[in-house]
């Protein structure tokens, strides 16, 4: 019955493990990029810069517009004692052309601008890239440090089931007390609680990747990277002009200026130019003409007209109170105010790469102390097992060599996914995590 149930459970370890998803650093990124609203919440923004910039060139071509219509008119309208205007049914139709010959630099800078909103939504678009390629690395190394951890328990477990095991011996031959059988029992115990525990963080990390990388909350994942493949910081700090963020705040110093002349051009002349072809008929005008006998004759008459028709209108404001100087000195202080943001944006993110920078170099030397401390660990510990079993070490010797390795393994553990997380927070600050 125990074989049968034994090869029940190892079946259905096979099958979870053949049904898992087993996914890469690699794979884990671009299904993050994939899935996140935010990154074609940002695509779309891209989309729209450019419709935008099409808009804005559409303002150097003519504009051709179509226009009719019709009214009617009850009851006719006098002019005069003897003259009506008959209108019942009176159309109107024509094509007109209107290009804009000068607006003051209006139509330039709108260009202008609409090609840094263009550049602008790029640069939203790499950040926001980064912020969900950040997330998902960060997500799958916590999931692996526990999953890491889970291991580490286990072999601890191991360890302690060994000494059970050869302590339950001794006492059964009376060679040592039920105190020290009752310890180990105590400390396995403990061990299997710290146990539940990381299985649970398991779960909870599990879950937060799935959401990140846009799949169900239920499905199981098997990481096929691990802490292990680590390696010397292979990066060295090169400023940060390459963030997304400074650069947008670079690009908003010359929005900024592009206002001024925007502000500048409300109150310069426009000229424009309109022709077109127009049709109006179906007027009547009725009256009556005395004739050299003096009779009264009345005549009427159609008004239809076809032709061609053209103007040109300039526009000079010459008087505003000052409002186009007042404006125009605004816009000064609004470029101003983008430059100071600018050096003061750019100082903090100088000052927070290098913080990051500071942090991933650090990281690495203390992954090399607890791998120190842990081989003097692993060593002192092997050296009190052997010493315990043949009588010159107490278990208390033994259990605390034990929980010492526990704490440097952890420690290690906690060492590597702290320099893998260094390492993502360095790239994001200097725009680098691509």
Known sequence: ??????NLLIGLSVCLSACALELSLNECREMALQSDENMIIAQNRVVQANL?????KTAYFPKFDINGGAFYLAPNASMGSTMDIQMRGVYLAGISLTQPIYTGGKIITGNKLA??????????????????????????WMYVAVLSKIDMVNSYMVQLDSIYAYTKTAYELGLTTELNLNRVESRRSELEYRLRQARSGADLCRMALCRII????????????????????QHSF??????????MSMKNIDVKKLDVKMALSDFLPVVGMQIGWNAFGNMKMTSYTPLDDGTIYPFSQTIDYRGFVGAVSVSIPVFHWGEGSKKVKRAKIEVENASLSYERNRKLMELQARQTFSNYIDGYDLIVTATKALDEAQNNLTTITEQYQIGLMTLTDLLEAQAQWHTSYANLIEAKTQYKMNEVDYLRSVGLLK
Request: hydrophobic residues 35%; glycine residues 8%.
């Open 115 to 140: 090609t840094i909103g263009c550049e602008v939504s790029e640069y939203q678009l790499d950040a926001t890239r980064m912020d969900i390629i950040a997330d998902a690395e960060k997500s799958y």
């Open 1 to 6: 019955m125990k074989i049968r149930i034994l």
């Open 52 to 56: 935008d910039k099409g808009i804005a």
């Open 238 to 247: 090169g400023g940060i002009d390459n963030r997304p963020e400074l650069l």
């Open 214 to 233: 846009g799949v169900e909350t239920s499905e199981p994942i098997v990481p096929t990277e691990s802490l292990d493949d680590l390696s010397k910081p």
